[in-house]
């Protein structure tokens, strides 16, 4: 983060300071430059709200190395996961080759959403460019009926303080607002992660829970 300025108060934003690439060649860097970029750790909030459903097909889009379709397919689910990166998918597929996770590189941007009907749809700490927002009632509209739709961000607090914008991203309210008629709310809400991230940056969860009827 860039220092303060001496006009900066300590309730001011934090600067934005990243100007972000989030291109396949660029994550591929990412991945390339780390023996492991994420933690082997399944995030707190799919734990939380997945735990109760009976397991189904299920869409991660996002997986990078693949802690949270491994969690999944432990409980049942026959998982499609999808990320950007290839070095991502295949460091997965290495780690996890079992038939009940289909590991497959892609850029939902531009790329179709591999498949329709999906019993979850699930996606945490997924960027999606507010010029990209486009994706956010393709992914909706990937969840069959009696379906469930998980989107987890990181608090905007957190994002700002890791030199990034909110604002240039969809939000989990974003999906909400596309939600029709035949959708239930079920978990709207901001709360702690329980196990900060980010080198403790993000510690606060923004994660909207939702079933298709």
Request: charged share 25%; net charge negative; glycine share 8%.
């Amino acid at each position: 983060m860039a220092p303060e300025s001496p006009t900066d108060s300590p309730d001011s934003p934090a600067p934005v300071t990243h100007d972000p690439d989030h291109s396949a060649a660029a994550w591929d860097e990412r991945y390339s430059n780390a023996d492991r970029l994420w933690t082997a750790n399944v995030n707190p909030a799919l734990m939380a709200e997945i735990a109760d459903l009976s397991p189904g097909t299920a869409l991660e889009v996002g997986s990078g190395e693949g802690a949270d379709s491994r969690w999944l397919a432990d409980h049942g689910w026959q998982v499609t996961a999808v990320d950007i990166s290839q070095v991502a998918i295949d460091r997965a597929r290495e780690i996890d080759p079992r038939p009940e996770i289909s590991w497959l590189q892609a850029d939902l941007t531009v790329d179709d959403i591999p498949g329709i009907d999906f019993g979850l749809v699930t996606l945490h700490y997924f960027p999606i460019p507010r010029e990209h927002a486009a994706l956010v009632g393709r992914l909706v509209g990937a969840v069959g009926p009696g379906g469930t739709l998980l989107v987890v961000a990181h608090a905007p607090e957190g994002v700002r303080a890791h030199g990034f914008d909110p604002d240039a991203y969809a939000w989990p309210a974003d999906f909400r607002a596309t939600l029709g008629d035949d959708w239930e709310v079920v978990v709207d809400e901001t709360r702690e992660r329980g196990i900060a991230a980010g080198g403790g940056h993000h510690t606060h969860d923004v994660v909207l829970r939702a079933r298709r009827t």
